[in-house]
C-alpha cells in the first residue's frame, strides 16, 4: 500500500506560479516512478508529467513543457510540481499518482497503482 497526499494547490491569477507537493508515505527506495494527472472541470483526469524515482528521467504533456518542472527529494518521500506561466485552462484537480514496482528498467512505462486524493487549482484570467 502506498499513501499519497498532495498540497499546495489554490487560486492564482493567469501568469502566476504554483508549487504542489506530493507526500509518499512509505520509504521510496526502489519506487518506479511517480507522476502527476488534472482533471479539468467536466473533463477526463489526463497526464501531466512524470519522474522515475531511480535516475529522475521525466516526461511532460505538450500542454505543459516549459512551464512546469516535476522532481522529487527522495530524502523527503516528496515529489513536486513546478507551475508557472499558469493559464485558465490549467485549472483542474491535480492528483499524484505512483508506480511503485521495483527493478523495472528505465523505459518502462510506468502503471500508476496508486492516486492521491487530489488538490485543487484554479487559475483565473
Avoid: H
Wanted: proline share 4%; glycine share 12%; charged share 20%.
Amino acid at each position: 500500500q502506498v499513501y499519497l497526499a498532495e498540497s499546495g494547490g489554490g487560486s492564482v491569477q493567469a501568469g502566476g506560479s504554483l508549487r504542489l507537493s506530493c507526500a509518499v508515505g512509505r520509504r521510496t527506495l526502489g519506487l518506479y516512478a511517480m507522476g502527476w494527472f488534472r482533471q479539468p472541470p467536466g473533463k477526463e483526469r489526463e497526464f501531466v508529467a512524470s519522474i522515475t524515482w531511480s535516475r529522475g528521467n521525466t516526461d511532460y504533456a505538450d500542454s505543459v513543457k516549459g512551464r512546469f518542472t516535476i522532481s522529487r527529494d527522495a530524502a523527503k518521500n516528496t515529489m513536486y510540481l513546478q507551475m508557472s506561466g499558469l493559464k485558465p485552462e490549467d485549472t483542474a484537480v491535480y492528483y499524484c499518482a505512483s508506480d511503485p514496482r521495483t527493478g523495472l528498467e528505465e523505459g518502462t512505462i510506468p502503471v500508476y497503482d496508486y492516486w492521491g486524493r487530489g488538490t485543487q487549482v484554479t487559475v483565473s484570467s
